[in-house]
């Protein structure tokens, strides 16, 4: 069998510890396949093994474990505590999620493509920046960013293969969705994979940007609308240059 690999990453991921019927927050450290640091407002524990939980920084993954504290010392830095613990015998599909997590602090190391180019920047500066850089390359980070300020400055960008490959990205938050779906030259067939994907079927205030963009196709707008409450249902009323036809299903709706 081979030996574990005791790589450590220096991660800074949030982390709860579990001690005793309370939960105290902290950050992992040092992060390993064989162990891990945990830093913050822990108690010093007086028992061999404690729980804890892992979130990888995407905030996708969730990992509870066990660990042998190995050492327990004052943190003079963040005035809390450092508690080493080495990983009690896991499961094999927390092994998996446990090499998943450490995949996306992988990731999240590797040298930024879009390094040197600030979100904060004008929209028109960015787009210059990102046109240095190959499409393929663009679209296969949009596709797969783990950086929010990374998929911030893609949501700028003015090729729409690169949008649409943002859209699909797993990481990307409903805020991000929303402002790309302010862009009114999405292809439809992003703002179709949008409506299609599971994630934002019980999001309001998603599925109505969904109706209310240029790109949508009318019979995947119609369907859409009765989904929505009946604030949300009054504020679709307000828009100008509604379809004849989601009038009269508004119409029916809020009678």
């Known amino acids: 069998m081979a030996p574990e690999r005791k790589t450590r990453f220096k991660a800074g991921i949030?982390?709860?510890?579990?001690?005793?019927?309370?939960?105290?927050?902290?950050?992992?450290?040092?992060?390993?396949?064989?162990g891990v640091m945990l830093l913050g407002g822990i108690p010093w524990p007086s028992d061999e093994s404690v729980r804890f939980r892992l979130d990888a920084p995407t905030g996708d993954l969730h990992l509870?474990?066990?660990?042998?504290?190995?050492?327990?010392?004052?943190?003079?830095?963040?005035?809390?505590t450092a508690l080493a613990l080495e990983f009690d015998s896991i499961t094999q599909n927390e092994?998996?999620?446990?090499?998943?997590?450490?995949?996306?602090?992988?990731?999240?190391?590797?040298?930024?493509?879009?390094?040197?180019?600030?979100p904060g920047s004008p929209e028109r500066e960015i787009r210059n920046a990102l046109e240095a850089i190959p499409v393929s390359e663009r679209s296969s980070l949009a596709l797969r960013s783990l950086r929010p300020p990374d998929r911030e400055?893609?949501?700028h960008d003015g090729?729409?293969?690169?949008?649409d490959a943002?859209?699909?990205?797993?990481?990307?938050l409903e805020s991000e969705l929303l402002a790309l779906l302010k862009n009114i030259n999405l292809l439809s067939r992003t703002?179709?994979?949008i409506a299609a994907n599971g994630r934002w079927k019980n999001r309001p205030d998603v599925l109505f940007e969904i109706i209310c963009h240029v790109r949508t196709p009318l019979p995947l707008a119609e369907n859409l609308v009765p989904q929505l409450?009946?604030?949300?249902?009054?504020?679709?009323?307000?828009?100008?240059?509604?379809?004849?036809?989601i009038r009269n299903k508004l119409r029916n709706l809020l009678l």
């Open 14 to 34: 949030p982390a709860v510890v579990h001690y005793r019927g309370r939960d105290y927050s902290c950050t992992a450290h040092d992060l390993s396949r064989t």
């Open 64 to 80: 509870e474990l066990s660990g042998r504290v190995a050492r327990v010392s004052e943190d003079k830095d963040r005035k809390g």
């Open 166 to 172: 943002l859209a699909r990205n797993p990481h990307l």
């Open 95 to 118: 092994r998996l999620e446990l090499e998943a997590i450490l995949q996306r602090l992988i990731e999240g190391q590797a040298p930024g493509l879009l390094a040197g180019i600030n």
């Open 153 to 155: 400055i893609l949501i």
């Open 229 to 245: 409450s009946r604030p949300k249902l009054l504020l679709l009323r307000q828009k100008p240059n509604l379809h004849a036809n």
């Open 159 to 163: 090729h729409l293969l690169v949008l």
């Open 191 to 193: 703002v179709e994979q």
